[in-house]
């Protein structure tokens, strides 16, 4: 009886140095919701950055804590989503860094390959459509096993006459073939460029 005691007291108390992180990351998600749930707030810049401003709090305080790739995610979408009310282009600029800082920073993050794909996904309605192919390529390449893989490959089938051309390097050759020829005093090589 003791063991289950000791256990479960083991078990509910929070991580060591946990407590700090989890406070600050329920104090932003409550934000968060209450700017979600208001038409209200939605339509003041303050309350957007007010809220951004409490997870940037979680991630640059704790950056190896377990909610910091959410943070960051969460950032992105904001700003992502404060774009529609402001149509600042400052604002889905800022978007597209966080989510590009998301998949610099926790590559390995589940969040990582959400983050790759909405940069796509911004490219492609800004008609950005070279741009949105690379995002989405990055999305197959980077994490085979992500999630958004499947959704990726649409999108590359979608935007196929945008995929980039192999960059050619100026002043190099291509080799397409090589033979000799050996005899008994020389042997002779030609290569076809």
């Not at 932003?28 to 810049?45: F, G, I, N």
């Not at 950055?49 to 950056?63: G, N, R, S």
């Not at 992105?76 to 998301?102: G, H, P, V, W």
Request: charged share 30%; net charge positive.
């Amino acid at each position: 009886a003791i063991l289950f005691i000791l256990l479960g007291l083991f078990f509910s108390s929070p991580p060591a140095g946990g407590s700090d992180y989890d406070d600050l990351y329920r104090k932003a998600r409550s934000h968060y919701y209450a700017l979600k749930d208001s038409e209200t707030k939605k339509k003041y810049r303050s309350y957007w950055l007010e809220c951004i401003k409490d997870f940037q709090a979680v991630y640059t305080k704790y950056p190896n804590s377990p909610k910091a790739d959410d943070a960051l995610f969460t950032v992105a979408i904001l700003y992502n989503d404060l774009y529609r009310y402001s149509c600042l282009k400052s604002d889905l600029q800022e978007a597209l860094s966080s989510f590009q800082d998301l998949v610099t920073r926790y590559p390995s993050s589940r969040l990582a390959d959400d983050a790759q794909f909405r940069i796509g996904e911004i490219h492609l309605k800004r008609k950005e459509f070279p741009e949105a192919y690379e995002a989405f390529q990055k999305v197959v390449d980077q994490f085979p096993n992500g999630d958004m893989v499947s959704l990726a490959r649409l999108k590359l089938r979608d935007l196929k006459d945008y995929k980039p051309k192999p960059k050619e390097v100026k002043g190099l050759s291509a080799v397409t073939d090589i033979r000799y020829w050996s005899n008994p005093d020389y042997t002779r090589v030609v290569i076809y460029v």
